[in-house]
């Protein structure tokens, strides 16, 4: 039986009359569906809220539950947007609203105009429930809040950091209620992971904004730009004069040696532009004990383009002569 069947099925299909009678149960499917669609009707939709232009100074503290029930008369191609998602009308806080001591107010009566500028002219509007909204309000305290960068860079061997990580915007503002703007202190980016860098580097990062559920919180950006810019790095030597500071006056002293070498890390764009005058060696008088007959070089000034600087003599001999 069942090999009768195919056989019949396969026939048919070699035949196309089946390709044929599917082609007519759908076109005729598609010519009821236009018509139906042709037709007037009137139908109440929830239309959620969108707000628009609220001060920065105010946050509203009880639009979760605001909506609106709209009655529309319209053809059914246009009833079909609001059913494939769920609509939004706009209140726009500069123009739309009235504002008592506490409270922001949208009245039927006063903005129906406006609400209905909203809707394509094809598209009627009865009725509007409630007749008010009613947005109780607060003030909002504005904080500009740091952005704290959650990396891990590493550098192929020979390249370094040219200069500091920059962020942009490097804090971001945050506007909500008092007690819940006072309890951020930083804001992180989600981690950004690098490894073996050796160009210089821009990247789009999202950062970690805290919790938000009742959305009382507004923050001016969700996502920060880095720019990692990267150089080759090279060692570099020179000979640097000694000074010795706070010698008695009555004091003279003979040191040896009168210069030193000193080694530092620097890029290759800035290593032709270091020079000894740069660097300032000294060493302090001060800090030697009874009967000690050396004195210890330190470096306290360098050229903000060289890190890692070490003086390459540990000591230096000195006399008083009488």
């Known amino acids: 039986m069942i090999r009768i069947i195919r056989t019949k099925l396969i026939s048919a299909i ?11 149960v759908v076109l005729s499917f598609i010519t009821l569906l236009l018509l139906k669609l042709s037709n007037t009707y009137t139908k109440t939709i929830t239309f959620n809220i969108t707000k628009k232009e609220v001060p920065e100074a105010y946050v509203i503290v009880n639009d979760s539950s605001h909506a609106l029930e709209i009655t529309l008369k319209t053809n059914g191609f246009n009833l079909l947007q609001y059913y494939l998602s769920r609509p ?34 094809d598209i009627e509007l009865l009725n509007v429930t409630p007749d008010t ?32 990580i920059v962020l942009d915007p490097d804090s971001i503002k945050v ?11 930083a804001i992180e980016t989600d981690s950004v992971t690098l490894l073996d860098v ?13 919790k938000n559920a009742n959305e009382n919180l507004i923050f001016s950006n969700n996502t920060i730009n880095i720019n990692i810019e990267v150089d080759k790095f090279t060692e570099g030597h020179l000979k640097v004069p000694v000074s010795i500071i706070n010698v008695p006056e009555n004091i003279t002293l003979k040191y040896f040696p009168k210069k030193v070498n000193i080694s530092y890390y620097t890029s290759l764009t800035h290593f032709k ?3 000894p005058k740069d660097f300032l060696v000294v060493c302090d008088y001060n800090q030697i004990n009874e009967n000690q007959t050396i004195l210890t070089p330190k470096v306290t000034r360098k050229p903000k383009q060289v890190r890692h600087v070490k003086v390459d003599q540990a000591q230096i001999d000195f006399i008083i002569v009488q």
């Open 14 to 24: 070699k035949s196309k009359r089946i390709n044929v009678f599917l082609l007519f």
């Open 88 to 121: 939004k009308v706009t209140v726009d806080f500069k123009n739309d609203i009235t504002q008592t001591d506490s409270l922001y107010i949208w009245s039927k009566s006063t903005f129906f105009s406006k609400l209905n500028q909203q809707f394509d002219k």
């Open 133 to 164: 909204l009613k947005f109780r309000f607060d003030k909002n305290e504005v904080k500009k809040i740091p952005v704290k960068l959650n990396s891990n860079i590493s550098f192929s061997p020979g390249y370094d950091l040219f200069k500091p």
């Open 175 to 185: 506007i909500g209620p008092q007690v819940l703007v006072d309890k951020i202190h």
């Open 198 to 210: 050796k160009n210089t580097q821009q990247k789009k990062v999202k950062l970690k904004l805290p």
């Open 273 to 275: 532009d270091i020079k």
